[in-house]
């Protein structure tokens, strides 16, 4: 069984800084590529950020050159850090990861339980 335990959400004012975890736990033979999706009231889920194993990279418009994701292979974990947030950040943050729990088994996607990130103005 993979579980996806995400920390580091909150409120914050308009121009602050967040900073996301999410550790993948469990038997995991690789994790291919990992990320971030945000859903706000209303709106359907979209891609905030991911990484693969190889570092390569991948964000949405509306984030670059404010937020970074970062992952530590060993630990199968993956961080958001946040910055310069706006009130149009705010909504449900998952965590995704797309691994393979044996060498046998297909690659997967897998999702965390989400953390509430508030930006007031």
């Known amino acids: 069984q993979v579980q996806l335990v995400e920390s580091g959400g909150g409120l914050v004012q308009a121009g602050g800084s967040l900073r996301l975890s999410c550790a993948a736990s469990?038997?995991?033979?690789?994790?291919?590529?990992m990320g971030w999706y945000r859903q706000a009231p209303g709106n359907q889920r979209d891609l905030v950020a991911t990484?693969?194993?190889?570092?390569?990279?991948d964000y949405a418009d509306s984030v670059k050159g404010r937020f970074t994701i970062s992952r530590d292979n060993a630990k199968n974990t993956v961080y958001l850090q946040m910055n310069s947030l706006k009130p149009e950040d705010t909504a449900v943050y998952y965590c995704?990861?797309?691994?393979?729990?044996?060498?046998?088994?297909?690659?997967?996607?897998?999702w965390g339980q989400g953390t509430q990130v508030t930006v007031s103005s």
């Open positions: 990484m693969t194993s190889g570092g390569s990279t």
């Open positions: 469990g038997t995991i033979f690789r994790a291919n590529v």
């Open positions: 995704n990861a797309n691994l393979r729990r044996s060498r046998l088994d297909a690659p997967y996607d897998y």
